[in-house]
């Protein structure tokens, strides 16, 4: 069986909800803190659970026979920035968790989501390759630096089977946005339906690298269901689909919505926002486990303004 970590967030709900699609409602357990919405919560078994503490997800993984783990539960980069003590507890000791749960033969195999943000100001900003300079400027960023690393080494080490990906800014309409710096690519859509503007809190040119969440969650799955032979990174693999800026976007909803209003008005998340590359290098996933992504802005932007036509249910 597999357990979900952290499966109210913006990916895990989606993951959760796509691996019961795939392997049956009972085949994945939820867990989260807290509850996550309607869909999530009726579409199979969900337990309460602190991804903090290690015996209360041995009590799930022995009551549940589980075999693999995706540990999606994290402070992202914004909120990360309010609270750094607390990002750098939570992302660090729930995979500690894990990892040591793996080392001990209780997990199977290991899921755990890495980001763009390990990268920073002095890392190359167009086509990042997959190894190059590394000085990430946020807690968020810190943390899933020192994660790669862990990860690498406890493969390395004791042969835990963890796979992990870097992921961009995740485009989505079933979740609301959870503290990431990307999140104004979301926003932007429901407001666009909603009131037919917005305010960006980073610069219209701030180009950044970005995926849909159908995309995401594919690479998720494909490179879990890989042979283990052919995951050559044990840090993270570079994952990349697009990259796009708040006016990019903006233009994109324009042809859609032709009143929309956009403004610009950036806050403490353009600095994190600058921190990052433009572009991604994603070649090494593509060779090593067959990524390929199928949304571009184009298609991304029809489906998140046809999915959220359809839940706000607006003429
Ligand atoms: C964030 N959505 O904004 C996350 C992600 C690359 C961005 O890590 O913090």
Known sequence: ?????????????????KLREINGKNAVIASDIREGNKELM???PFEFINAMEYDSILKIIDDFNITDVYLMAAMLSATGEKFPAKAWELNMNSLFNVLNLAKEGKIKKLFWPSSIAVFGP??????????TI????????????????WCEYYFN???????????????SWKTNPGGGTTDYAVEIYHNALLIGKYSSFLKKDTKLPMMYMDDAIEATIKIMDADAKDIKIRSSYNLAAM??????IANEIKKIVPEFKISYHSDFRQNIADSWPKSIDDSRARQDWGWEHKFDIKKMSESMLNSLHTKYDVL
């Open 1 to 17: 069986r597999i357990l979900i970590i952290g499966a109210c967030g913006q990916i895990g709900t989606e993951l959760t909800l």
């Open 42 to 44: 009726n579409s199979g």
């Open 122 to 131: 002095t890392t190359p900003k167009e086509n990042t390759p997959q190894e």
């Open 134 to 149: 590394m000085e990430p400027s946020t807690v968020y960023g810190i943390s899933k630096q020192a994660g790669e690393r």
């Open 157 to 171: 080490k004791f042969g835990v089977d963890v796979r992990s990906i870097r992921y961009p800014g995740i485009i």
């Open 243 to 248: 990259s796009f800026t708040p006016e990019e």
